[in-house]
Nanobody, 124 residues
Framework: QVQLVESGGGLVQAGGSLRLACAAS????????MGWFRQAPGKEREFVAA????????YCADSVKGRFTISRDNVKNTVYLQMNSLKAEDTAVYYC?????????????????WGQGTQVTVSS
């Protein structure tokens, strides 16, 4: 199993940028498809972005497409989420997740390993 630790969250003004990072340890990082999810207060956890095992495929939710970019560095065992043009509705706890499923799955139950989450707050 892989252990995941997110970092990079914080408070930012609307229109600003943040870059989240998720460091993985344990099994071989390139064995995992990686994803980012988020959960706002009172709402269900939702898919944000996913990236295939070697980074050849990425997929983002429509709500963040064109603003967020997912990437990975298999040497550093880290996946990133670059978030630009942030909006108040992007405020949530952001979670990193890993799965052995290939491609770019979007359903949370497909992911077996999760980080503890990092808070992102966008002020309007």
């Amino acid at each position: 199993q892989v252990q995941l630790v997110e970092s990079g969250g914080g408070l930012v003004q609307a229109g600003g940028s943040l870059r989240l990072a998720c460091a993985a340890s344990g099994r071989t990082f390139s064995s995992y498809t990686m994803g980012w999810f988020r959960q706002a207060p009172g709402k269900e956890r939702e898919f944000v972005a996913a990236i295939s095992k070697y980074g050849e495929y990425t997929y983002c939710a429509d709500s963040v497409k064109g603003r967020f970019t997912i990437s990975r560095d298999n040497v550093k065992n880290t996946v990133y989420l670059q978030m630009n043009s942030l909006k108040a509705e992007d405020t949530a706890v952001y979670y990193c997740a890993a799965t052995v499923v290939a491609g770019t799955p979007t359903l949370s139950h497909a992911f077996g390993s999760w980080g503890q989450g990092t808070q992102v707050t966008v002020s309007s």
